[in-house]
């Protein structure tokens, strides 16, 4: 009997501050911002599937008694960093453009202020549109970190400070010095996935954001043509990693996103007959990783 393929399936949530002149992703109130992460953790959590967020600092602050409660439940808490966001309104662009000593000090900082509110130090990191440059990976691993999800296959946008082009599609440990090559570093980055060879008006790679179209038409075929791709190049360590940020309506059944996500789940669910789907966090997706390394380099011994 053929070996059926493993696919770690993971939904990430980007917890943005609010909306402000310089940066205008976040939610535009707090109540909204709660209620769209306490709405898709449910969802997730009553299907099976704990989901990871990706915090910033400031909404650590403003959300804390609900970040404490769902980490209980056992929602994954990463920190999420947009310097147009960074409370000292220093920075102007995206962290891949700024040089390293001021990334370290950016991250530094938020993390710490995390810290200080939920009580632990984050060691999962998302910055804002995947932005990253040859030295970030080598920053966030001497602050503590151990995984990401950073990489976005495809997209690649220089002005922010954003170059995927070249990276691969599956999770892997980074290179310390290139952030696109496979390397030893034991950070294990878990890329949105995409399909580049279908574009958005944006010239952005489609992407398994649930909020960014509809099931038939972007999700199932995504997901499809990734589920190709980890065959084709027999990855080692396959994955889907969804994404959304903490503006839908997740809190209302009758809201269009909710109800793409309810598809995709519904979706998950049948490819579960072919695949040995395993729901995980991105610190979950990292202890197999690990757990697969060291498999296979006693299998070698």
């Keep these: 009997m053929a070996t059926r393929l493993t696919i770690h399936v993971l939904f990430t949530l980007d917890c943005e501050s609010i909306a402000i002149r310089a940066s205008k992703e976040g939610p535009r109130s707090w109540e909204q911002?709660?209620?769209?992460?306490?709405?898709y953790?449910?969802?997730?959590?009553r299907a099976g599937y704990p989901p990871?967020?990706?915090?910033?600092?400031?909404?650590?602050?403003?959300?804390?008694?609900?970040?404490?409660?769902?980490?209980?439940r056992?929602?994954?808490?990463?920190?999420y960093v947009n310097p147009l966001q960074a409370e000292s309104g220093s920075y102007r662009n995206f962290l891949g453009?700024?040089?390293?000593?001021?990334?370290?000090?950016?991250?530094?900082?938020?993390?710490e202020r995390f810290a200080d509110a939920i009580g632990v130090r984050p060691r999962s990191f998302r910055p804002c549109k995947h932005s990253a440059s040859d030295a970030t990976y080598r920053l966030l691993y001497e602050l503590g970190?151990?995984?990401?999800?950073?990489?976005?296959p495809g997209f690649v946008l220089p002005r922010i400070g954003v170059n995927w082009r070249h990276v691969a599609h599956h999770p892997r440990y980074v290179d310390a010095q290139h952030h696109e090559r496979i390397g030893?570093?034991?950070?294990?980055?878990?890329p949105v996935t995409t399909d580049p060879d279908q574009r958005q008006i944006t010239n952005q790679p489609y992407?398994?954001?649930?909020?960014?179209?509809?099931f038939e038409a972007l999700h199932q075929p995504v997901i499809e043509r990734a589920i190709e791709r980890m065959i084709k190049d027999a990855a080692s360590f396959c994955a889907l990693c969804f994404t959304s940020d903490n503006r839908p309506a997740y809190d209302n059944d009758n809201d269009k996103h909710s109800r793409t996500l309810e598809a995709v789940l519904d979706y998950l669910e049948t490819l579960g007959e072919q695949y040995d789907l395993v729901p995980t966090t991105l610190a979950g997706a990292h202890e197999r990783f690990r757990a697969l390394r060291h498999t296979v380099s006693a299998a070698r011994e």
Excluded: K, Y
């Excluded at 911002?33 to 709405?39: K, T």
């Excluded at 990871?52 to 209980?72: D, N, S, W, Y």
């Design 97 to 111: 453009t700024l040089a390293p000593d001021v990334q370290r000090r950016l991250i530094n900082d938020a993390a």
């Design 184 to 190: 030893d570093l034991p950070f294990l980055d878990v």
């Design 41 to 45: 953790c449910n969802r997730l959590l």
């Design 145 to 152: 970190f151990r995984q990401g999800s950073i990489a976005q």
């Design 52 to 72: 990871t967020l990706f915090v910033a600092p400031q909404c650590a602050v403003e959300h804390t008694p609900l970040l404490e409660e769902l980490a209980g």
């Design 207 to 214: 992407e398994l954001r649930i909020d960014a179209g509809t």
């Design 74 to 79: 056992g929602v994954e808490l990463g920190l």
């Design 33 to 39: 911002s709660a209620r769209a992460i306490e709405g």
